[in-house]
């Protein structure tokens, strides 16, 4: 596929495509544009000139164009859910639930960018009057990784658009066909041409390029921490605004006074989901030691009743999306096994004739762990969880908060003072208690420490797409 720039099927001035693999089969399924340092000029140019009529362009027509995306996303759910499928290798069910869930993400903002506020404080200085607008930020310059495509693109296009400023997104080289489908999405639902581009390419070879460029006012990146630490990096050398969300080792704790089927019901869902290829999944669990066998018996039974297979199959999980994430999983579980560890469940890539085209690592359960063993401490990427045993509410709070990442945390206590109190203690963006479910559209989601900077979702999100100006009034 090309790129899709100024509303249009662009091709790259390298006249290059590299191929997209199905990661259950290893087929080339597409082809994505390779471009270079002149197409990200020409595309960054696109988006100024359009821009200048975007910004101006009244709110309550953006809301209209986006509920109008939103629906045609609907109305197209199976080709974009079958792309997703194809390029991810997740079960079909869980690509539907991604289309629908970013087509109420864009109609939430479509809903929000409506109340957007400047203000006047009240001086009451006589023929003097300070006024606080908030004006768009200009071209924003979308990076997505390869886990969730729409739903992390949707994060960014929704609420820039709504603020009213011009993207240009740069989908993962190993997932951009959903994205181009988008645009083209967007495309029919009347955008004016250039408000929304798609570039796809080598993030190392487009990246500098696309952060330093002077028409870029804004960097909003969701992916690896290094690959987010380079881009932090190279944007506050040009003074660019960024929002990061990068990865996580989120804890789950569960109490001396847990529901252990709740917890063991919400933590294996949680830490498999999407072949545990999830930025705030459960990575490691403490448990109570009183609880400890309980709920390592529940866990493993339930994680292996999970099955493994194509995304048009009844599977529960698919492969891992390509063979560096995979080598991840399997690394951190030898590092674990060498420093003592137990494999209770999974542990090994799966094989025969069903699976040996893809990289299919089963939902991986590991007891006999410590924060020596990377399971503990380093992001996984993939479907294995560590998990150990602890005495007291503090040595747990300490041993959570014990690692670089602070993207998400889980409380499991029938005391709702202690799940409250431990929320409090814990050092992530986002803490659920009692329950983990899906980041809701009206409340921020982002990291704490090596997980990232800034917030996206909510009134929050679109605000970060907006700089405040005073304007000093004398009349
Ligand atoms: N915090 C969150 O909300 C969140 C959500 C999903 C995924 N993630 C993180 O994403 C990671 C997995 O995704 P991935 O493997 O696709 O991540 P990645 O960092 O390898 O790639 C992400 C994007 O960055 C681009 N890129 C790579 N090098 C670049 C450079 N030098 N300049 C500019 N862009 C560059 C890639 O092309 C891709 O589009 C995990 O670490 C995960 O935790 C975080």
């Given at each position: 596929m090309e790129n899709f720039i100024n509303g249009m099927w662009t091709k790259p001035r390298s006249e290059q495509y590299a191929d997209v693999f199905n990661?259950?089969?290893?087929?080339?399924?597409?082809?994505?544009?390779?471009?270079?340092?002149?197409?990200?000029?020409?595309?960054?140019?696109?988006?100024?000139?359009?821009?200048k009529n975007w910004k101006k362009t009244p709110v309550a027509q953006r809301a209209v164009l986006q509920h109008k995306?939103?629906?045609?996303?609907?109305?197209?759910?199976?080709?974009?859910?079958?792309?997703?499928?194809?390029?991810?290798?997740?079960?079909?069910?869980?690509?539907?639930?991604?289309?629908?869930?970013?087509?109420?993400?864009?109609?939430?903002?479509?809903?929000?960018?409506?109340?957007?506020?400047?203000?006047?404080?009240l001086h009451n200085l006589e023929g003097e009057k300070a006024l606080i607008?908030?004006?768009?930020?200009?071209?924003?310059?979308?990076?997505?990784?390869?886990?969730?495509?729409?739903?992390?693109?949707v994060m960014k296009l929704g609420a820039a658009l709504m603020a009213g400023c011009t993207v240009v997104a740069k989908p993962s080289e190993d997932t951009p066909i959903s994205t181009l489908i988008l645009a083209e999405i967007f495309m029919e639902a009347g955008y004016?041409?250039?408000?929304?581009?798609?570039?796809?390419?080598?993030?190392?070879?487009?990246?500098?390029?696309?952060?330093?460029?002077?028409?870029?006012?804004?960097?909003?990146?969701?992916?690896g921490?290094?690959?987010g630490k380079r881009i932090g990096a190279t944007a506050a050398m040009h003074n660019k605004r960024i929002t990061l969300e990068l990865g996580g080792q989120s804890p789950a704790i569960v109490c001396e006074d847990a529901d252990i089927t709740?917890?063991?019901?919400?933590?294996?869902?949680?830490?498999?989901?999407?072949?545990?290829q999830f930025c705030y999944r459960v990575n490691r669990v403490y448990v109570h030691k009183t609880k400890y066998q309980a709920f390592l018996?529940?866990?493993?039974?339930?994680a292996q009743k999970l099955k493994l297979g194509n995304p048009h199959s009844n599977a529960d999980m698919g492969p891992i999306v390509n063979q560096k994430i995979y080598q991840n999983s399997e690394a951190q579980v030898l590092d674990a096994l060498e420093k003592g560890a137990t494999v209770l469940t999974g542990g090994q890539r799966l094989r025969g004739e069903e699976y040996d085209k893809g990289w299919y690592f089963p939902p991986t359960i590991i007891s006999d762990t410590n924060h020596s063993m990377k399971i503990m401490t380093e992001e996984t990427f993939g479907p294995v969880v560590g998990i150990m045993p602890f005495e007291t509410n503090e040595e747990a709070i300490a041993l959570a908060n014990d690692s670089e990442y602070g993207l998400a945390a889980y409380v499991f206590s029938e005391q709702v003072g202690t799940g409250l109190r431990m929320a409090e203690s814990l050092e992530a963006g986002s803490v659920w208690i009692n329950n983990i479910s899906r980041s809701y559209h009206d409340v921020p989601f982002g990291g704490v420490?090596?997980?990232?900077?800034?917030?996206?979702?909510?009134?929050?999100?679109?605000?970060?797409?907006?700089?405040?100006?005073?304007?000093?009034?004398?009349?």
């Open positions: 990661p259950c089969t290893g087929e080339v399924i597409e082809t994505f544009a390779c471009s270079n340092i002149e197409d990200v000029n020409e595309a960054l140019h696109v988006a100024n000139l359009a821009f995306a939103a629906t045609l996303m609907r109305q197209n759910a199976e080709r974009l859910a079958n792309s997703l499928a194809s390029e991810l290798g997740r079960p079909l069910a869980g690509c539907f639930t991604e289309i629908s869930r970013s087509a109420d993400l864009l109609d939430f903002y479509a809903e929000e960018g409506l109340r957007m506020k400047g203000e006047i404080p607008v908030r004006e768009a930020i200009g071209v924003v310059v979308a990076i997505t990784p390869f886990n969730y495509p729409i739903t992390l693109l004016p041409p250039g408000v929304f581009n798609v570039l796809t390419g080598w993030g190392y070879e487009i990246g500098n390029a696309l952060i330093e460029h002077p028409i870029t006012a804004k960097i909003a990146f969701t992916g921490t290094s690959t709740t917890a063991v019901i919400a933590i294996v869902r949680h830490a498999f989901a999407n072949s545990g018996a529940q866990a493993v039974a339930l420490k090596q997980s990232g900077i800034g917030r996206e979702k909510g009134h929050y999100g679109i605000e970060a797409y907006t700089e405040l100006k005073t304007i000093y009034l004398n009349y």
